[in-house]
């Protein structure tokens, strides 16, 4: 069973005095180890100088900044904070007061969850967390409905690192070199063309990958355009730099290379996207797009000798499983043979072992039951999202949870739901890795969409800015992991 804590996604809390007391027992006992919740209606509107900021918004409708690890004011929020035990019966209950909760660990039990639960007349929003998945702080976000869609504007705000021009940053592949253009790219930046010319980049980071790419067909209109997953170029050359104001980087020619052969579109798999990432420095950087229509082949090119460089294929699509298609987004890690041998379908999803899927139903014991999982298959993390009408209410309930087929559905303050569901979300995470956990959440956290029918995005979200779900994207990008998700309707 898997039961690793999830990486904090928001700053964690720093907790002194761990590990006991001094060598003679004396002094006094170490502070249990608290969990913290804060909220705040989280919206972002942009400024005059088209710069963006996280605001939230109190009831009386006055804005307040609104930081990953702090709300500065926030005062008369509402809601319910619900502890609930491994069967998912409620223990304790804390009415939300103030824009922050603080609870000892020790209060929510092993396998249990922690749910935020906001009723607003007839609708009931809540999400759950089992305790391993819980970081030590965690800042939830309203729904606002007073802001335009045109006044969003959901970006990295107050976390956004200092950000600095690097002018004339030059890849110069002049020196026996069979690169027709370059690029450029950064760890925010997927790629930046350029015809052998200098490129201005922004933001502080340490290092770059600059790459040659080789030419298309002759007289392509898109032969500048190094970014096209329909056509992807060949790499020939490349280097990691240091940024610096006016550096010139020679770029290194690439001697080991193996053809990418994309798998045909099948019954029981059908890619949209692949590509080759590679981890320097333990940053990922795209190496390279693959092709994914069926049978196209591009020699991709690598550097076995440096210790430095990590591959991984990626790819996304969908897989079928006992007849079922399921959406799939996977990251592996190669081998120095795989990339010897060349890669196709076998590379990729060969031994991927994915679990039917069921008509998703809530019983009346309150289990509500997804698909189908094999003997040995468990692992990971899953997110069920699911709504459903009881009377006059409707309940939108988000679960993130070790990944079992007979989810307990925390209990929700007089709203059991039973009966079949047609209205769901699902994501199952194959993981061991705590970042790619954290991905998960951050790919259905938007607090700029208040659509309530789309359960792809958690409406009481962690509040992450645009710039936190990217890195954590990217991050994904060189962890072993897949992932499949499908939704009804």
Not at 253 to 263: T, Y
Not at 375 to 388: L, S, W
Request: charge should be negative.
């Amino acid at each position: 069973m898997f039961n690793k804590q999830l990486l904090a996604i928001l700053i964690p809390l720093t907790l002194t005095g761990c590990g006991g007391g001094s060598d003679d027992g004396g002094g006094p006992p170490p502070p249990a180890p608290k969990y913290t919740f804060e909220f705040a209606a989280i919206y972002a509107k942009s400024s005059p100088d088209s710069n963006c900021a996280v605001y939230g918004e109190k009831q009386d409708g006055k804005q307040i900044l609104a930081t990953k690890d702090r709300v500065i004011s926030g005062i008369n929020t509402t809601g319910t904070i619900l502890i609930h035990d491994d069967r998912g019966n409620v223990v304790n209950t804390y009415d939300v007061e103030a824009n922050k909760l603080t609870i000892n660990q020790s209060l929510v039990p092993a396998r249990g969850y922690v749910t935020f639960v906001l009723a607003k007349g007839a609708e009931i929003t809540a999400v759950s967390y089992q305790k391993s998945a819980l970081s030590q702080t965690l800042l939830f976000g309203y729904p606002v409905d007073s802001v335009s869609n045109d006044d969003r504007c959901i970006t990295s705000g107050a976390t956004e690192p200092n950000e600095r021009e690097y002018t004339n940053v030059r890849v110069d592949v002049s020196n026996g070199s069979n690169a027709y253009s370059v690029g450029i790219t950064t760890q925010d930046k997927k790629t930046l063309s350029s015809n052998f010319g200098a490129k201005t980049i922004s933001r502080s980071f340490s290092s770059a990958l600059g790459v040659g790419y080789a030419e298309k067909a002759a007289g392509d209109p898109s032969n500048s355009d190094i970014t096209d997953i329909a056509e992807p170029r060949e790499i020939t050359d490349y280097k990691f730099f240091n940024l610096a104001n006016d550096a010139t980087v020679e770029l290194d020619k690439l001697i080991e290379f193996n053809n990418w052969i994309a798998p045909v579109s099948t019954s029981e798999y059908d890619l949209t996207a692949a590509a080759l990432y590679v981890g320097y420095q333990q940053t990922p950087y795209i190496w390279q797009n693959l092709p994914h229509s069926a049978s196209d082949t591009i020699t991709y090119r690598y550097d076995p000798d440096n210790s430095n460089l990590d591959y991984f294929l990626t790819a996304e699509g969908s897989v079928d499983a006992s007849g079922d298609q399921w959406q799939l987004s996977t990251a592996q890690q190669l081998s120095g043979t795989q990339l010897g041998n060349g890669l196709d379908s076998t590379s990729l999803v060969g031994n991927i072992t994915v679990p039917s899927q069921t008509t998703v139903n809530i019983d009346g014991s309150g289990n509500l039951t997804a698909y189908g999982q094999v003997p040995g298959g468990q692992a990971g993390i899953q997110r069920i999202a699911y709504q459903a009408v009881n009377g006059s209410t409707t309940v939108t309930h988000v679960i993130y949870a070790e990944a079992t087929n007979q989810q307990v559905v925390p209990e929700l303050p007089g709203n059991m739901i039973a009966g079949t569901l047609n209205h769901y979300d699902i994501s199952v995470m194959y993981t061991e890795s705590d970042q790619a956990l954290a991905a998960l959440m951050a790919e259905h956290t938007n607090p700029s969409i208040t659509d309530s029918s789309d359960l792809s995005v958690d409406q009481l979200p962690v509040l992450l800015t645009t710039y936190e779900r990217e890195q954590l994207a990217r991050q994904k990008k060189i962890i072993d992991h897949y992932q499949i998700s499908a939704s009804n309707p």
